[in-house]
Nanobody, 124 residues
Framework: VQLQAYGGGLVQAGGSRRISCAAS????????MAWFRQAPGKEREFVAV???????IYEDSVKGRFTISRDNTKNTVYLQMSSLKPEDTAVYYC???????????????????WGQGTQVTVSS
């Protein structure tokens, strides 16, 4: 199993960025895929999830600004980020699980597989 996150970089406040996570080694369309992030000095936090049935859930601070999507033909999950703020600066990680239940999707301990992370820096 491999998850490869990419697409991060430096963005000005108010700008947009799309990050991606390419998956391999498992049946992608059967897995729930999530994005988490970790800012310097802070714990890793949930950002968004898209379940195998395309049900999406967002953390409150990114609702209306971020959109999670998946392309099962490319085994890839995306996070389109708009109206970026300096507080969105973090390392963004993708995660995968075939067993996570709805009540646990915001918990990082529910995910068995993780990507290496991609840095997103938002300048003010």
């Amino acid at each position: 199993v491999q998850l490869q996150a990419y697409g991060g970089g430096l963005v000005q406040a108010g700008g947009s960025r799309r990050i991606s996570c390419a998956a391999s080694g498992f049946t992608f369309n059967r897995y729930t895929m999530a994005w988490f992030r970790q800012a310097p000095g802070k714990e890793r936090e949930f950002v968004a999830v898209i379940r195998y049935n395309n049900h999406m859930i967002y953390e409150d601070s990114v609702k209306g600004r971020f959109t999670i999507s998946r392309d099962n033909t490319k085994n890839t999950v995306y996070l389109q980020m708009s109206s970026l703020k300096p507080e969105d600066t973090a390392v963004y990680y993708c995660a995968a699980s075939s067993t996570v239940i709805l009540s646990q999707v915001r918990s990082d301990s529910a995910y068995a597989y993780w990507g290496q992370g991609t840095q997103v820096t938002v300048s003010s």
